[in-house]
């Protein structure tokens, strides 16, 4: 049951476009989420994160968008680099006030950004 | 410099024979977690730990065990009843579980296991 997906395996632009990365999930009591980014045989870095109570959170380049209504979010990246080039996941938080703070994983979108 | 450190990078280990992956953290968190990334499958949770002495199962517990007697240490052993522990194993931790506090976690650069 897989309940944090990334159905895209793999997203290609060019550089100077933006790239936009999605993200679907299916339990509702999942209130916080994040992006992190993940190079070969490394572990991820945290990216971005945005709260339930929010629809829109932006730092720098990145911006997430939430839709709880369709169970959704999207990491936009303006202009992509060709540094941004990794595997990016999708995480979802389960219930923050019952404090389990276990994350679960998408399966992960690789991301190429062709000079 | 804070964070959180795995060892050994590479680890091999004949088939039937049980393995300790490190996992230590300096950030002063409460939670400590164990991934584990197969191709296309993204990260599976296996353990967590929201306090000293106290872990439960994630998703993929079966073959593995933990232990956490410290804070700062969260090991993972891969037993021989681990079906197929070839995998890169990734271990996490982030700060107390607060409603008001970011709780993103934070990796280590993980363990690569092989099973010969």
């Known amino acids: 049951d897989q309940q944090v997906k990334q159905n895209s395996p793999s997203l290609s632009v060019q550089e100077g476009r933006i790239s936009i990365l999605n993200c679907d999930y299916t339990n509702s009591m999942f209130d916080y989420f994040l992006w992190y980014k993940k190079y070969p045989a490394e572990g991820p870095t945290f990216l971005i994160s945005i709260s339930s109570i929010k629809d829109k959170n932006e730092d720098g380049r990145f911006t997430v968008f939430l839709n709880k209504s369709a169970k959704h979010l999207s990491l936009h990246i303006v202009p992509s680099q060709p540094g941004d080039s990794a595997v990016y996941f999708c995480?979802?938080?389960?219930?923050?006030?019952?404090?389990?703070?276990?994350?679960?994983f998408g399966q992960g979108t690789t991301l190429q950004v062709k000079p | 410099d804070g964070g959180i450190t795995q060892s050994p990078k590479y680890l091999f280990r004949k088939e039937g024979q049980n393995v300790t992956l490190s996992c230590e953290q300096n950030l002063n968190h409460d939670a400590m977690y164990w991934y584990r990334q197969d191709p296309g499958q993204g990260l599976r949770l296996i353990y967590y730990s929201q306090i000293v002495n106290d872990f439960q199962k994630g998703d993929i517990a079966e073959g593995y065990s933990v232990s956490r007697e410290k804070k700062e240490s969260f090991p993972l052993t891969v037993t021989s009843a681990q079906k197929n522990p070839t995998a890169f194993y990734l271990c996490?931790?982030?700060?107390?579980?607060?409603?008001?506090?970011?709780?993103?976690?934070?990796f280590g650069q993980g363990t690569r296991l092989t099973v010969v």
């Open positions: 996490a931790s982030s700060a107390s579980l607060s409603p008001t506090m970011n709780t993103e976690a934070f």
């Open positions: 995480a979802a938080q389960r219930g923050r006030s019952s404090n389990t703070g276990k994350l679960i």
